[in-house]
C-alpha cells in the first residue's frame, strides 16, 4: 500500500495532506464547526465514502473517518495480423455501454492506437459494459497545396470489428469491466489488400482540411486516411479493403455522401459534392385542454442518432411557438418529445406519425417539411402502488397499450422508486395503458418494442383528462 | 541534344501507343539489405494511371510504362517512401523512362521506423503519471537545419510513454510534469503551505541533463527501438511569481525555458489567476506566455540568483492583414492563391486563401518572426513587400505584442526555368543535391533553390524568379542549401547562370567541391 496517498482536505480553512503509507491521515488543531472532507487518488474513483462532512469537536462514540475508493479499470490489448505480426497505428475506439431513456446508449470514452509492438492501453475507466472496436488506421486527411505529394500506399488493410467479432454496433457483445480489472481485449485482423478511391470533391472551403469517413450501416466511422490537394479538390481515401460503402467528406458545417463499390481496384472518378446543413423547423402548438389546467405548459424535442449519446440536436426557440432543429444533414435521426403540464396530441413530420414511429428521415433532396407538434395542456394521473417489496428498489414502467404492428409510442415512462411504495405519473393522455414492474430502474430497454413484447403481467388501467387512477403492483413482472 | 531527341521520341511513343519501358529493381531493408516481401510498389505521376504491385519474398517488382517522368513508392508495415528519400520529409528522385535510359536495375531502400518506450518515475521510483516527453527532430528541411518540436506523448498511470512510426534520424527528448495533486489548485496550494516543500518535477533532457546543452542527441538507424526511461526529480531554483496589476488576466499563462535549437520548451501553465508562481526554475533563460480572451504577452527573462516578478500586462492579440498587388497590372489569377506565414523559428506555418478582393488576413498571429510568402499553381512570388506595424529584417517581420500588421504583397510572375543534368563523364548522377543559389548573397533563404537529381541525373527548377543566380551540385542530400554561410565556399567554383524572364536555360555540370582558401 505504499502507493496509498489520497489528498485529504477540509475545505472550510483549507487543509489538505497526504496520507501516509498505511492509508491513514489526521488533520490536528482544528478549530470546532462543521467540515466537508474530499479524497482524491488518481486511477481511483470517489466512493460515496470518499467525501463527507464532521463535526468538531467529535462525540466519544465517533470512529475515525474511513474513506473506500474504487479502483478505476483499464482496458488493453495487442492488435496483430493473420501472421502475428503486431500492427501499429491501428486506432481503437472505446464505447460505454448502457441503457438511457429506455435505449441502449454507446458513450464515446475515447480514442486510442498502437504503438509499432501493437500495443495500446485505455485507462481510468469506470467499472462497467464496454465495447472496443477497431476502426481504421491513424493520420485522417494531409493536406497538400498540389498533386506532388498525393501518393503514399500502404498495402494492407481491415474491416472494422469488434472485440468479439461483430461487425455492427447492434451485435456487438459487451464487455464486462469489473471495478479495478485491467482486461485484456487483443484483436487478430485479417489484413488484405487494401485500395484507393480518388475522386474530387466540390464545395469545400480551402486551405482547411476535409474529412473522409466510410460508413458501414448505422455505425459510427472514424475519419479515415486520406490525402486531398486543395488547390483542385482531388483526393485519395487509403487503406480500402473491398466492400460497399458510404464515403462521407465533411468540412464544418457541410457535407456530402456517396455510395462506392470497392472490388478488387482502385476506384476512380468518384464525385463528392459538400451541402450546407439544414434545419428543420419545428411548429408546437397547445390545442384546447381544460380552462383549470395550470400554465405555462410547454414541450421540448431532441434529435439524436440512434445508438450515438454525443449527436443529440436540441430544438432552437425562434419565438412565438416556432423553434428549428438546426445543424442538420440528410438521413435518419430518433425523435424525443417531452411536455411539461401538457401531454401530445399529435406529432407528425411530412405524413409520418411520429407517435407510432419516431423517426426522422431528412431527405437529401428538396426542403425538409416541418415537424408539427399539437399538445393538450392537462392530461390524467395515475398513481401506481407497489406491495412487493423487491419492487421498492426497481421501477415501474407506464406504457400505452398497443398492438405489434404499431409498436411503442413515445410517453413510455419508468421511473426508479428509491425506496418508496408508490409512484405517481402526471399528465398522461387519455386511454389504456398498461402497467409493470421492473426489478430494476436502469436496465429497463423500454424503447426497444422487441424488450416491451418480452414483458407479461401488466395491469391494464384507463386514464382520463383531469382525473387520478390508481392500480396497485403486486409483483415483479415477467 | 539530348532533350530535343526525348522530345522527338515522346511524339513518337505518343502515336505509336505501344512503346514501353521497364521499370524493375528490388525492394531490400536499408540496414539488413534483405529482400523486401509484402510490400506494395507503386509507379505514379506519370501520363498514365498509377500502377502498384505487392511484391513477394523475392522483393522484386516490374512495370512496363511510357515514356516519362515517375515517382517510385514502396510502402511497407505502415511505412511508405519514394525512391531516392534518405528520411521521409526530405526530397526524392523521380525515374525517367526513354529509350536512353536503364531502369531496370532499380534497388529501392525501405527505411524501417523507430521507437522510442520508456517510463517515468518520481524521485521514489513511484510512475509519474500524465508527465509530458517531448520528442525534438534534428534534420534538415527546406535547405535549413533545424531543431523541431514533433509534440508531446503523455505517460499513463504506469509512467508508460511511447513514440512510434517516426523514421530513423537524430532526435533529443525532455520530459517534464509534476505531482498529481498539483492539477488541484487547492490542494498544491495547501501542499504548499504545509512547508512541505513540494514543488515540480525539473525539466529533464534525456538522460537526465537539466541544462539543454547537456542533453544527448540520441542517433537511431532505421529499425531501431530506443528504451529511454526518466526519473523526474524535484525541481530547485527561484521563484518565477505572476503579477496582475492593470489587467482581467483571466487566461493562462506558460512558462517556457529556451532549450534546444533556441526552441521553447514547457515548463508549466497556470491559470493565470493572480496571486500565481512557478516555483523552483532553475537558473537559464524563460520567456513566459500570457493567452486570455483576444489578449496574449510574451516576455523573456533570466532566472539568476532570487526570485523573479513578472508582470503581466497582455496587449490584443497581434493580427495581420493585408492585400496582393501585381506587379504587372494586367496579370491575372487563374487559380487560387495562398499566403502562407511561416514562423522563421520553429518553421511552422499557417496557409489562408486570398480573398476574391487580393485581400488575406490573419487574426491571430503569435507574438514571434515571420515570413510571408505566395504559393499556387500560378507560380506568383512575392517581389516586394510593404509592412506597417512591424519591423522587417532580411524578410523576417517581427510580430510584438499588441501589433497590428498591415502588408502589401506585390506579387510578380516574372519568372524562368532552368534545366539540365549532373553528369560524370557520360555518366549521369542520380540523387545528388543541385543548388541555384543567389549570386548576390542573399540573406533570405527564399533566394537559394535546391534539387535533387532524378534517376537520369536531371534536375528541372520551374518558377523561379528571374535574376542572377550560381549554380552548383553537391554530394550531401543533407547540405543546407537555404544556408548562406554554408553556400557561400562553394560559390566561386559554380556556374553563373542568368534566369531571363520566361527564359529556359539548360546547363550540364559535374559535382562541386567548395573552395580552399
Known amino acids: 500500500m505504499a502507493n496509498w496517498q489520497p489528498v485529504t482536505r477540509r475545505r472550510s480553512r483549507g487543509a489538505a495532506i497526504l496520507s501516509g503509507p498505511g492509508g491513514e491521515f489526521h488533520f490536528e488543531g482544528m478549530s470546532d464547526g462543521l467540515y466537508m472532507y474530499e479524497v482524491q487518488k488518481p486511477a481511483y474513483t470517489l466512493d460515496q465514502s ?105 498495402w494492407e488493410g481491415f ?105 478488387g ?76 403540464g ?111 413484447r418480452t414483458l407479461s403481467g401488466g395491469a391494464n388501467v384507463h386514464i382520463e383528462d383531469g382525473k387520478t387512477a390508481e392500480v396497485t403492483i403486486g409483483s415483479v413482472s415477467k | 541534344m539530348k532533350t530535343s531527341i526525348v522530345a522527338l521520341v515522346a511524339i513518337l511513343a505518343s502515336t505509336a501507343g505501344a512503346q514501353s519501358f521497364r521499370v524493375a529493381g528490388i525492394v531490400v531493408d536499408s540496414e539488413t539489405a534483405a529482400p523486401l516481401g509484402r510490400t506494395r510498389v507503386v509507379l505514379t505521376g506519370g501520363p498514365v494511371q498509377e500502377q502498384s504491385v505487392i511484391t513477394t519474398g523475392n522483393g522484386k517488382f516490374s512495370f512496363d510504362v511510357p515514356q516519362g517522368k515517375y515517382t517510385l513508392l514502396a510502402a511497407h508495415r505502415d511505412f511508405g517512401e519514394s525512391y531516392g528519400q534518405t528520411r521521409s520529409g526530405n526530397s526524392d528522385s523521380a525515374i525517367v523512362t526513354g529509350p536512353d535510359q536503364d531502369t531496370t536495375g532499380i534497388v529501392m531502400r525501405w527505411h524501417a521506423p523507430v521507437a522510442i518506450h520508456g517510463k517515468v518515475l518520481d524521485e521514489s521510483a513511484e510512475p509519474v503519471y500524465g508527465a509530458q516527453v517531448e520528442l525534438f527532430v534534428e534534420a534538415v528541411t527546406g535547405g535549413k537545419r533545424r531543431i523541431i518540436s514533433l509534440g508531446r506523448a503523455e505517460s499513463d498511470e504506469l509512467g508508460n510513454y511511447s513514440w512510434s512510426s517516426i523514421p530513423g534520424g537524430t532526435y533529443y527528448l525532455a520530459a517534464t510534469g509534476e505531482p498529481w495533486y498539483f492539477s488541484d489548485r487547492y490542494a498544491r496550494d495547501a501542499l504548499t503551505e504545509a512547508g512541505k516543500s513540494i514543488v515540480p518535477y525539473g525539466l529533464t533532457y534525456f538522460p537526465g541533463a537539466n541544462d539543454p546543452r547537456d542533453a544527448t542527441a540520441l542517433s537511431l538507424h532505421p529499425g531501431e527501438e530506443l528504451q529511454a526511461d526518466f526519473t523526474l526529480r524535484p525541481a530547485s531554483g527561484s521563484n518565477v511569481r505572476l503579477s496582475c496589476t492593470n489587467a482581467p488576466c483571466g487566461g493562462s499563462t506558460s512558462l517556457f525555458a529556451l532549450g534546444l535549437g533556441g526552441l521553447e520548451a514547457l515548463v508549466g501553465t497556470t491559470n493565470g489567476v493572480e496571486p500565481d508562481v512557478f516555483p523552483a526554475v532553475p537558473p537559464g533563460r524563460y520567456v513566459a506566455r500570457y493567452t486570455g480572451g483576444d489578449e496574449s504577452m510574451r516576455k523573456a527573462f533570466d532566472v539568476g540568483g532570487g526570485d523573479v516578478t513578472i508582470e503581466i500586462a497582455p496587449k490584443p492579440v497581434p493580427t495581420l492583414a493585408g492585400r496582393v498587388a501585381f506587379q504587372n497590372p494586367t496579370d491575372r489569377l487563374r487559380h487560387p492563391m495562398y499566403v502562407n506565414l511561416q514562423d522563421e523559428d520553429t518553421g511552422q506555418t499557417v496557409t489562408v486563401v486570398l480573398g476574391a478582393n487580393r485581400s488575406f488576413s490573419f487574426p491571430t498571429v503569435p507574438i514571434s518572426r515571420v515570413r510571408l510568402s505566395l504559393s499556387g499553381v500560378d507560380g506568383f512570388f512575392v517581389s516586394k513587400m510593404s509592412v506597417e506595424g512591424a519591423s522587417v529584417t532580411n524578410g523576417v517581420l517581427d510580430i510584438v505584442e499588441g501589433a497590428k500588421v498591415q ?111
Open chain 1, 50 to 154: 470518499a467525501s463527507g462532512m464532521f463535526t468538531i469537536p467529535r462525540s466519544s462514540g465517533d470512529e475515525a473517518i474511513v474513506v473506500k475508493l474504487t479502483a478505476l479499470s483499464a482496458i488493453e490489448g495487442k492488435v496483430v495480423n493473420q501472421y502475428d505480426e503486431p500492427l501499429e497505428n491501428v486506432v481503437l475506439h472505446l464505447y460505454a455501454v448502457d441503457i438511457r431513456d429506455g435505449e441502449k446508449t454507446a458513450n464515446d470514452v475515447g480514442i486510442h492506437w498502437t504503438d509499432d509492438r501493437g500495443m495500446f492501453h485505455a485507462s481510468h475507466l469506470n467499472p462497467g459494459n464496454y465495447l472496443v472496436k477497431v476502426v481504421s488506421m491513424r493520420g485522417g486527411t494531409e493536406t497538400h497545396f498540389g498533386p506532388y505529394a498525393m501518393r503514399y500506399a500502404p
Open chain 1, 159 to 263: 474491416s472494422p470489428v469488434y472485440f468479439g467479432g461483430a461487425t455492427d454496433i447492434a451485435s456487438a457483445a459487451p464487455i464486462p469491466v469489473a471495478a479495478g480489472a485491467r482486461v485484456r481485449t487483443d484483436f487478430r485482423l485479417e489484413v488484405q489488400p487494401a485500395f484507393k478511391i480518388r475522386g474530387q470533391v466540390k464545395g469545400y472551403a480551402p486551405p482547411n482540411a476535409v474529412t473522409f469517413e466510410l460508413l458501414r450501416g448505422d455505425d459510427q466511422a472514424e475519419p479515415s486516411r486520406a490525402v486531398l490537394d486543395v488547390t483542385t479538390g482531388k483526393f485519395e481515401v487509403l487503406d480500402v479493403v473491398p466492400g460497399s460503402y458510404r464515403l462521407r467528406a465533411a468540412q464544418e458545417n457541410t457535407r456530402g455522401e456517396v455510395t462506392v463499390n470497392v472490388g
Open chain 1, 265 to 340: 481496384a482502385d476506384v476512380d472518378g468518384v464525385f463528392v459534392a459538400l451541402q450546407p446543413a439544414a434545419a428543420v423547423r419545428v411548429v408546437m402548438r397547445s390545442v384546447g385542454g381544460r380552462a383549470d389546467v395550470l400554465r405555462p405548459n410547454s414541450c421540448v424535442l431532441w434529435l439524436r442518432q440512434r445508438w450515438y449519446s454525443d449527436t443529440v440536436h436540441n430544438m432552437r426557440g425562434e419565438g412565438n411557438g416556432k423553434f428549428s432543429v438546426d445543424d442538420l444533414f440528410p438521413g435518419q435521426y430518433e425523435v424525443r418529445l417531452q411536455c411539461f
Open chain 1, 342 to 452: 401538457a401531454y401530445i396530441q399529435s406529432a407528425s413530420f411530412g405524413g409520418v406519425d411520429l407517435l407510432t414511429n419516431p423517426v426522422l428521415t431528412i431527405p437529401s433532396d428538396g426542403p425538409s417539411p416541418p415537424i408539427e407538434v399539437e399538445y393538450i395542456p392537462g392530461g390524467g394521473t395515475l398513481k401506481v402502488n407497489v406491495a412487493d417489496p423487491l419492487l421498492q428498489q426497481g421501477a415501474v414502467l407506464v406504457t400505452p397499450a398497443f398492438s405489434a404492428s404499431t409498436g411503442p409510442a413515445l410517453q413510455a415512462n419508468s421511473r426508479g422508486l428509491q425506496g418508496q411504495n408508490f409512484f405517481q405519473f402526471s399528465n398522461l393522455a387519455p386511454g389504456d395503458y398498461l402497467v409493470y414492474g421492473l426489478p430494476r430502474a436502469d436496465d429497463a430497454e423500454f424503447r426497444n418494442p422487441a424488450f416491451l
Open chain 2, 407 to 517: 502588408v502589401i504583397l506585390s506579387a510578380s510572375g516574372e519568372t524562368g526555368s532552368l534545366k539540365g543534368f549532373v553528369m560524370d563523364g557520360d555518366k549521369p548522377i542520380p540523387a545528388v543535391m543541385v543548388v541555384l543559389a543567389s549570386a548576390e548573397g542573399s540573406t533570405n533563404p527564399n533566394d537559394y533553390h535546391g534539387y535533387q537529381t532524378d534517376s537520369d541525373g536531371s534536375f528541372d527548377f520551374a518558377g523561379v524568379p528571374a535574376g542572377d543566380y550560381v549554380l552548383f551540385a553537391v554530394d550531401n542530400l543533407d547540405f543546407e542549401y537555404a544556408n548562406p554561410e554554408v553556400v557561400r565556399p562553394y560559390l566561386a567554383r559554380g556556374k553563373r547562370v542568368r534566369m531571363k524572364l520566361n527564359g529556359a536555360e539548360t546547363e550540364s555540370l559535374g559535382l562541386s567541391r567548395p573552395a580552399q582558401n
